[in-house]
Nanobody
Framework: QVQLVESGGGLVQPGGSLRLSCAASGSTFSRYAMSWYRQAPGKERELVAGISSSGGTTNYADSVKGRFTISRDNAKKTVYLQMNSLKPEDSAIYYC?????????RGQGTQVTVSS
């Protein structure tokens, strides 16, 4: 089993940056593909970015390409989301997710608010 704890959210002005972290427990973190999702009030949950277990493959939602970067450190059992050039429409609760075929785990989320 994997437990996930997100951190790094907060209030930031448009154009600013934040770095989210997702720390995992358990000894098998390096086996899991990891992803970041977000959900804004009244909207469906959206996949923001994903990264393979080795970190060699990444994918992004069109809305964040060129602004967000997902990375992972398997030794630290942590996945990151570097968010630059933030826009008000990026405001949401951000969740990380660990996935294997037939198994997934999700954290409690961290709030990101982009506002002047």
């Amino acid at each position: 089993q994997v437990q996930l704890v997100e951190s790094g959210g907060g209030l930031v002005q448009p154009g600013g940056s934040l770095r989210l972290s997702c720390a995992a427990s358990g000894s098998t973190f390096s086996r899991y593909a990891m992803s970041w999702y977000r959900q804004a009030p009244g909207k469906e949950r959206e996949l923001v970015a994903g990264i393979s277990s080795s970190g060699g493959t990444t994918n992004y939602a069109d809305s964040v390409k060129g602004r967000f970067t997902i990375s992972r450190d398997n030794a630290k059992k942590t996945v990151y989301l570097q968010m630059n050039s933030l826009k008000p429409e990026d405001s949401a609760i951000y969740y990380c997710k660990a996935q294997l075929p037939g198994i997934s785990y999700r954290g409690q989320g961290t709030q990101v608010t982009v506002s002047s």
